[in-house]
């Protein structure tokens, strides 16, 4: 289950915001480029239960969604590799996080990590307590979609 997501990083400057995102806490001002995409990263996640930053051809990327694919639990995906702002929103999401690598798994606002850590966490029983404290506001998802579109949809 997927939603589209798309956007594009010059829509407006952040100088010395703090973005707060699970345990990692960014000032956005220091990169004045990448501040719209470190915005855009923290308005999508709090708007969105499960949002995973992905590649097309990364298999990392598929085995997370794969996860979610069969928890039966819709999510927001963004494909970088497709995204006209993607190699802006990969930086963000390094600075944001703290790592470069693909996929970027959030639930529930924090970065759970990647393809790797949201199976094990499934497998450890993990996962599914984290999907299920989300937000009421994100339990009714509709889900589909790749990240081309030219702006996310609620």
Known sequence: MRVRAGFRCTSRSLPGRRVRMGNWTSSTGAQSGSAP???????????HCVVIFSKTTCPYCRMAKHVFDELGTAYRVVELDQHSEGQRLQEALAHVTGARTVPRVFVNGKCIGGGTDTRQ??????????????APCCAGEEASGSGS????SK
């Open 37 to 47: 995409c470190a915005q855009y990263v923290e308005d999508l996640v709090s708007q």
């Open 121 to 134: 966490l499934h497998q450890q029983g993990r996962l599914l307590p984290l999907i299920q404290q989300c």
């Open 149 to 152: 579109l030219p702006q996310a």
